[in-house]
């Protein structure tokens, strides 16, 4: 059998196949990278909410939206879910029957479709509290946030869910009674 021997050509041939190699799995790895970076670079973060406000000395209640994420979030459903089931419907709707027209101060719908740009929000629903009107909202919905005024003893309370998507098409749920979005794709 003939030996083989390694000359200096046949080195530097072996040495430049293996930067090669090494060069193409390191661009792989950085590309991979970015573009979770680039993803990050644009997560929506919907968060829904509760306030009492007073305003020229008028009381009022309302449930609102923000979005605290670095890109738009695309709402794909909107959902109350309460003792009798689950409601695809924006608050406005399900509360439209459990408020007389002259409570309601402001409302906006939040429908399938509508896109909340990054750091931006809108209250869903407003409305006055006076003697003839008592607090729905924080009585009927349950929301993380601890207000001390906010009762505690209702145990069926209605539950507001948003299912949102990111441009990149990443698809996110957040519920009131819930600090965070969860993550669904």
């Given at each position: 059998m003939p030996k083989k021997n390694f000359n200096a050509d046949r080195i530097v041939s072996i040495s430049a196949i293996v930067v090669s190699l090494a060069t193409l799995v390191m661009i792989l790895y950085q590309t991979n990278l970015?573009?979770?970076e680039q993803r990050a670079s644009v997560m929506p973060s919907l968060s829904p909410g509760y306030s009492l406000s007073e305003d020229n000395g008028e009381i009022a209640e309302a449930i609102w939206i923000s979005n605290r994420g670095l890109g738009p979030a695309f709402i794909e459903e909107v959902k109350v879910i309460d003792s009798e089931g689950e409601h695809v419907m924006d608050p406005y709707a399900?509360?439209?029957d459990r408020l007389t027209g002259?409570?309601?101060?402001?409302y906006n719908r939040l429908n399938p479709g509508r896109i909340i740009p990054a750091n931006e929000g809108f209250t869903l629903?407003?409305?006055r509290i006076d003697s003839a009107s008592a607090v729905i909202f924080s009585n009927a919905v349950e929301f993380t946030n601890e207000?001390?005024?906010m009762p505690h003893d209702n145990e069926n309370k209605a539950i507001i869910e948003v299912s949102f998507s990111s441009i990149y098409d990443e698809k996110w749920v957040i519920r009131s009674d819930e600090t965070s979005p969860e993550r669904l794709n």
């Open positions: 970015m573009r979770k399900y509360f439209r002259r409570e309601i101060i402001n629903v407003r409305k207000i001390m005024a």
